[in-house]
């Protein structure tokens, strides 16, 4: 990755690029720059990871949403189900991609790539942020994917620039929230095949005890206060509010800030614990 030669503890503060020989908040912005452009490049050099994992969320939306079209529970009155399931399809696929983001934390502790890059000057919080932005852009490539083709279905969904905007900037505070999980989650677990457990068994009840596939108001009692503390939910609701004109209760900057606080927490417990995961 650029970002590993980007420095090391023996070079001169002469030799360093300018910005990671600044103060703190210029080499942290530094940092994560370089480290989203390390994980742009593996990107553009894949565009097949794109493609697949734009498969699954269209598959929940055209099959499943198409089964449940009619039933009265789920429409809210004339609202077409798969307009309603798609903000919950979009959370859940860029989830999807976010949760499994830490293999890669693993991949790179298995190759000594991640004791290289702990060896830079680069800030701790600068690694976990540039990653977490490299699962950002795949999440909003995916998430542009998803609206061309909700549009070329011309599934009813409100087409505002506030909205669309609103509606991704939502996406990546989420994306990286969960990527910052998985990086948490990564530094404590060693062996790939246990994490790929954990993660399914993380997401999984993340999912479905949210507001993604159906309306709180249908959930028993009990299920209703999980998904109540639920940020998945939260981002789920704001991604509706904004997208298709109905959610919560419409207060959005309230999802915002729930969603913006889960993200500051795991990023302080993901830049704390990263080192651990070279041991």
């Known amino acids: 990755m650029s970002a590993h ?35 742009l490049r593996k990107l553009r050099h894949d565009h097949l990871d794109v493609f697949t994992r734009s498969v699954q969320p269209l598959l929940w939306l055209f099959i499943f ?45 298995d190759v000594g790539q991640l004791q290289r890059l702990l060896a830079t000057p680069l800030p ?10 490299g699962a950002c852009v795949r999440a909003l490539v995916q998430a542009w994917l998803l609206l061309a083709v909700l549009a070329v279905a011309g599934i009813a969904v409100r087409w505002t620039v506030t909205g669309v905007i609103g509606t991704l900037a939502l996406l ?27 993660g399914q068994l993380v997401m999984m009840p993340l999912f479905f005890a949210s507001s993604a596939l159906y309306p709180l108001k249908v959930m028993p009692g009990w299920l209703h206060v999980v998904a109540r503390v639920n940020p998945l939910t939260y981002e789920v609701q704001g991604l509706r509010q904004m997208l298709v004109g109905v959610g919560g209760a419409g207060e959005v900057w309230l999802d915002f800030l ?15 614990a990263y080192p651990k995961a070279i041991l």
């Not at 020989?21 to 452009?37: E, F, V």
């Not at 701790?124 to 932005?133: D, E, M, P």
């Not at 994306?175 to 062996?191: D, I, Q």
């Open 258 to 272: 729930v969603v913006s606080g889960f993200f500051a927490l795991m990023l302080v417990a993901a830049t704390r």
């Open 5 to 39: 030669g980007a420095a090391s503890p023996g070079v001169s503060a002469e030799l360093r690029p300018p910005a990671l020989a600044g103060g703190a908040p210029s080499r942290m912005a530094a940092g994560t720059i370089a480290m989203a452009q390390a994980e």
């Open 65 to 109: 949403g198409t089964a449940l079209r009619h039933n009265s529970a789920l429409t809210l009155g004339r609202l077409d189900y798969r307009a309603y399931l798609a903000p919950g399809v979009m959370a859940q696929a860029a989830m999807f991609i976010a949760i499994f983001f830490g293999l890669a934390v693993i991949w790179e502790r």
């Open 124 to 133: 701790r919080s600068a690694i976990v942020l540039g990653k977490a932005a």
């Open 172 to 198: 990546m505070l989420g994306t990286g929230a969960f990527a910052c999980m998985s990086m948490l989650l990564a530094a404590a677990v060693k062996e790939r095949e246990r994490f790929m457990g954990i």
